[in-house]
């Protein structure tokens, strides 16, 4: 499974399932957008407190059947205050 890494601005964050936590987000780039998707819990909990169309982020994963990215890391690039006291 080829790593794919994308960098772009996170936006319409939203929580898709409960249990397990699974969250989805918006990837805009300056080529194109990509639907993410997170399935590990502790990387879906932070991601739900960030707010959207403010962070540029660089995230780590695989596509899917469904062309979708799957998430398993992301970075903030731009962190401010809100986004250090979460670790990012």
């Known amino acids: 499974m080829n790593v ?16 397990p936590m699974m969250a989805r987000f918006t ?6 957008s990509y639907n993410c998707i997170v399935i590990k819990p502790e ?5 739900l407190m960030l707010q959207d ?16 990215l799957v998430v398993s890391s992301f970075t903030v690039r731009n962190p401010d205050k809100a986004a250090k006291e979460l670790g990012l």
């Open 27 to 32: 990837l805009v780039t300056i080529r194109r």
């Open 4 to 19: 794919i890494k994308k960098v772009g601005l996170l936006d319409k964050i939203r929580a898709i399932k409960e249990a």
């Open 43 to 47: 990387l879906t909990t932070i991601l």
């Open 53 to 68: 169309g403010k962070y540029n982020i660089l995230v780590e994963g695989h596509f899917n059947k469904q062309k979708q």
